[in-house]
């Protein structure tokens, strides 16, 4: 997978690297800490381009010592595609009562680069902003119930708002976004997403929003629940919200993505079929079609995703992850150039999967050096694999 393109309303509320989980491994200078940390609890983690050089670095947060660590990324760096195992670390600081389910993106404003953690401590559901060297710029206690330790939150990056970029997040009764200029503010204004017609949301897995392309320029949001779809205006103070999806199986996980080539965002969702072949289902937000699903060969009941850009030709690669039922192992699956073709949702033939021995991975896609994308899994554990994703057998980054 080649390329670089992976990445009036109400108020919220103001307020190939495998690591080795056991043993003890050398304490880096810079941050005086081990990786990976003892006990680790990983319960989210991205990759983004931190220090400006071109190459994904990847932000882990820890539920267990209450941190959050930067790995760099590239040759000679933490995560070095060409090791066989992560030990060090550049940069870690404290966050008090950091816990799961939570997420993490970085996003940019003028060209510096600012940190956004959407975690669930004990008070409830927080959104904290950092620097890109970790100091701390904000923290706002979100108006939404803490949600379930098993429950889905999500930060996704939108071309939306006034700065032209924002991160729209999600907990399963609410959304919400912070635009990009905001995140630079010590009291930033978190606008939230009302519900349809008085009807509360219920189990959300992503939202967005973006600025239409043709006729006016029009700023609209979409909330997509797991088992249905709305999309909005988002302006003026009207909130009439369409149909996407009527309600019908449910998706989780999902992502948002272009799949239909129109520089707009569509909803990705995963299907596991009862248990049956596994389907890769779509809507296209702008104009509200829902193609038929595409069912793969794989018969998993659950997974986790990812979606990103393939080779030179600008093909949407699917990754998904599935724990094996017989052993530890989870298994790396790649389904080529999944687009629309006619009324329908389509992709190449996928390949054999790929088995590596991480526990519970998050899963992200990272540029690591000049070549192609890579696969990064971080095991609850802190065991981070780099996996050449492709479509038969995928191996881990430190093999040819």
Request: charged letters at 15%; one cysteine or more; proline letters at 8%.
């Amino acid at each position: 997978m080649r390329g670089r393109d992976h990445h009036a309303l109400a108020a919220l509320g103001l307020a190939g690297c495998l690591s080795a989980p056991t043993g003890q491994a050398p304490v880096d200078a810079a941050s005086g800490l081990a990786w990976p940390p003892p006990g680790a609890n990983i319960v989210a983690h991205v990759s983004a381009d931190l220090d400006g050089d071109g190459l994904d670095d990847v932000l882990a947060l820890d539920a267990t010592s209450g941190r959050i660590y930067v790995l760099r990324g590239g040759a000679g760096h933490d995560v070095d595609p060409s090791r066989a195992t992560v030990t060090t670390v550049t940069r870690s600081a404290a966050l008090a009562g950091l816990a799961g389910p939570a997420a993490v993106a970085v996003i940019a404003y003028q060209s510096v680069r600012r940190v956004v953690i959407l975690d669930t401590p004990t008070a409830g559901a927080r959104l904290t902003v950092l620097g890109a060297d970790l100091a701390p710029i904000s923290t706002t206690m979100l108006a939404v119930a803490r949600p379930a330790a098993n429950a889905t939150v999500s930060l996704t990056p939108s071309a939306f708002g006034m700065s032209g970029a924002a991160l729209f997040g999600t907990v399963p009764d609410g959304a919400f976004f912070i635009e990009a200029s905001e995140a630079a503010k010590g009291t930033p204004m978190i606008p939230g997403v009302p519900s349809t017609g008085g009807t509360a949301f219920n189990d959300v897995m992503a939202a967005g929003g973006y600025i239409t392309r043709t006729g006016t320029p029009t700023p609209r949001i979409f909330v997509s629940e797991r088992t249905l779809a709305q999309r909005s205006d988002a302006q003026g103070g009207n909130f009439a919200f369409t149909s996407l999806r009527p309600a019908g199986p449910g998706w989780s996980p999902q992502v948002v993505d272009d799949i239909t080539g129109d520089q707009l965002p569509d909803v990705i969702g995963f299907d596991g079929n009862g248990n049956g072949n596994a389907l890769l289902c779509a809507i296209d937000v702008e104009s509200a079609t829902l193609p038929t699903c595409f069912q793969t060969p794989f018969g998993m009941d659950a997974a986790t995703m990812v979606v990103g850009p393939a080779l030179a030709t600008g093909q949407r690669d699917v990754v998904l992850v599935s724990k094996s039922p017989t052993s530890g192992d989870v298994s790396v699956f790649v389904v080529p150039d999944l687009h629309v073709s006619g009324a329908a949702l389509a992709a190449d033939n996928p390949g054999p999967p790929g088995s590596f021995p991480v526990d519970s991975p998050t899963m992200s896609l990272a540029q690591l050096d000049t070549g192609p994308l890579e696969v990064l899994l971080v095991g609850k554990d802190g065991a981070i694999v780099c996996v050449h994703a492709r479509t038969g057998p995928s191996v881990t980054c430190d093999q040819p």
